[in-house]
Nanobody
Framework: QVRLQESGGGFVQAGGSLRLSCTAS?????MAWYRQAPVKQRELVAR???????NYADSVRERFTISRDVDKNTVDLQMNSLKPDDSGVYFC?????????WGQGTQVTVSP
């Protein structure tokens, strides 16, 4: 069982930046960030896959960066040039197909 906890969400003006962090209770090979806005379905934002492969949603590519700190068992999401459409609850997961492998989420609100 892997425990995940997100942090770093908050309020920011459009064009600003935030850095989210996800701390895992143990080392994991896969980590991904998802987000969910009101009246929208949860969507994949970025993932660091097995073997180190990186993937980003088209809407965040070149603005967001996912990175891992293996010593701290953390995965961060640096978010720059934020837009109002980036608002939502951001979740990290070590296995999208398992409910127990998700964090509780952290709220990101981007004002126009």
């Amino acid at each position: 069982q892997v425990r995940l906890q997100e942090s770093g969400g908050g309020f920011v003006q459009a064009g600003g930046s935030l850095r989210l962090s996800c701390t895992a209770s143990s080392r994991i090979e896969y980590m991904a960030w998802y987000r969910q806005a009101p009246v929208k379905q949860r969507e994949l934002v970025a993932r660091l896959g097995i073997g180190g492969a990186l993937n980003y949603a088209d809407s965040v590519r070149e603005r967001f960066t996912i990175s891992r700190d293996v010593d701290k068992n953390t995965v961060d999401l640096q978010m720059n040039s934020l837009k109002p459409d980036d608002s939502g609850v951001y979740f990290c997961t070590a296995n999208p197909g398992r409910q127990d492998y998700w964090g509780q989420g952290t709220q990101v609100t981007v004002s126009p």
